[in-house]
């Protein structure tokens, strides 16, 4: 829509006005933000945009980013060429992995693919070169001396690469752009390689706290010193900053005091270019998507300016008589993640639940009151259709919190689920009704409604107890042990998964797994079912999977036992051989990462304690503990209620590596990984795993 003030007499005066912008690169990838009278009439010139010469151009990508199996399809090379692809744990993959960027075939050959690009797409200013979108990095004898030789930085190999490509194309094509990424693992710039003046990095702050501005928040310190490094070493630093929750694109997303401090930011650190990402599904519909766009395209083009002002001026656009009560739901919101004294403080990242604290009932029933109001405000159809648009965002939390599942009478179940039926069907009527095709990033509506009519349903609990420890399992959800709870003071050590993470209640517990390998992807599919004649103190479940490998899983608690034992013997009832790994996995709340300590009975015997926080870090981490790191048979997690210790122990010889992985975003859990020996198992072989998990008090 566009408001046009009207005035019965225009004067003009002499103009003789230049503009120039703060960021020669604009560009966000709200859908609702591709218009090209949009885009032109707000400035945007980035490479979504449908802007064309008509309009003066834009800032070309091609193609936009992860492109290094582009550049070396694992199809068509990794057959006959696996040295061209990233060696990991051991490994040459081309799955979930990078290529290894000291193969000169590989470079001889990205410098092909790439004046190929810009032959083909002579439009496009700027071409990616750059890492696919997971870990992965080579680990070969040269990559690792390069990274050595660069401090230690992954960004190290990818620079130098990215760099002698760019070199190359400036030889025919000077004026053409080559990009890269400063994300996730290569987010530390390397010591001593400069990216060459044809060359733009985009530093992207994946682990940033979103709600608060980065100089004033003591989880982002540690990209503060990423940016400072990176603009020191390149004149050209571009951004890739996120402006949506990407697990929920509806989730409220208070940033805007983050934005309208952090874009100023960004320009003076010597930053010339800022891609803001949101939710770019077609059909749009992300939070607050065209009033963001509206802020972003002015804080692009002039970061000086008035935000304040400029969200009144949007609201009273486009609000109308309904304005008052949707701005005083935004500053509500602001409110929750406002550092005190003037709002609660809560921190917030793209990837944070529903369940996160600043989305609790604190904030939903005074913004039910205001979409009210709003609604009874708006002064035509069209105004109050945007309200509720709005007040997706609020319906989606609710929604979720009315999927938690509880355990009651022996069912596994959300509190009223004949409601919930009825309410997830309007809901995501509403949600079509506003031309919304997504709202995860990557996955349809329909996705959404199938796992919902699989997985939202009740679920048997089987249950063992003893004096000290009872331990509820649901055999159809993967065997999983869904609560183990110390019966003196009635507290579940384990992580209460989100209602909101995709496969719920498919997810966290305790469990057991089987994998191909141990940087495998996924694990293999099995079905689960409880053997109906074991009773306590023991349940068994049989596990069978597509390949043949068949589980026999014995939980087992005696009548005076502090620990749970579980073994696992799999077998391999088909007629090839198969690949396996095994894993027992337990996901441990945490009451507060700061005081809680993963300590680990060391070989030497002596006990050593994993850091869990680092001041100015992210508030998350994982480790692999493996050959002469491996436990001596035992760790503990401290703090996984009032004064309880979970601790976890195992034979040492069935036993090769232990994983742990903790966050304190937004939620606060760890969880442990036992991983069996490795084998390819014969038909007829057999892989045991056995693993106990006993809750202690600590003696005060
Ligand atoms: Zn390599
Ligand atoms: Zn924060």
Redesign the pocket.
Known sequence: MSVTPKKSTLTLEPLDEIHKPAFEYRETSFWEARDKDWAARNKMNGSSMNLDESTGGKVGYYPFVHTSYLIIPPDKYFKDHPEYY??VDGKRRSENAQL????PDVLRLAIETVLEWIEQHPEAGIYSVSQNDCEGW?E?D??RRVEQEEGGAHSGPILRFVNAVAAEVAKQHPEKLIDTLAYWYSEAPPLHVRPLPNVRIRLCPIGACEAHAYTNCKDDTYFLGHLRAWSKITKQLYIWHYVTNFAHYLLPFPDFDELAADIPMYRESGVVGIFLEGDYAGGGGGENAELRSYVMARLLWNPRVDVDKIIDEFMAAYYGQAARPMRAYFDVLHRQVRPAPRGKGHHMWIYTNPGAPYLSDDLLAPALKLFHEAESAAADDATRTRVRKARLSIDYVRLMHAKAFEVRDGSYAPANLDRLKERFQSFMNDVRSFGITELHEGAPLTLDEEIFAKLIRPYRVATLENMYVRVDVVPELGGRIIRMIDRRSGHDVLHRPDPGEPAYPDVGGLDVAVYSDYLAPRPYHATWELEPQAGPPELRLIGSFANGLKANRVLRLGKDARYLQTETILENGGTSAVDAVLQSRCVAGLRDMKTSTLSIRRQDRSIVFQKLIEAGQEPKGSQVYEGSELPEGEWRVSDVGPALTLNNRFPKGQVSRCTARWTGKTENSLSLGIWSTKHTLAPGETLKLETDYGITARIS
């Open positions: 990233a060696l290894c960027l000291t193969n080579c070969c040269n990559c």
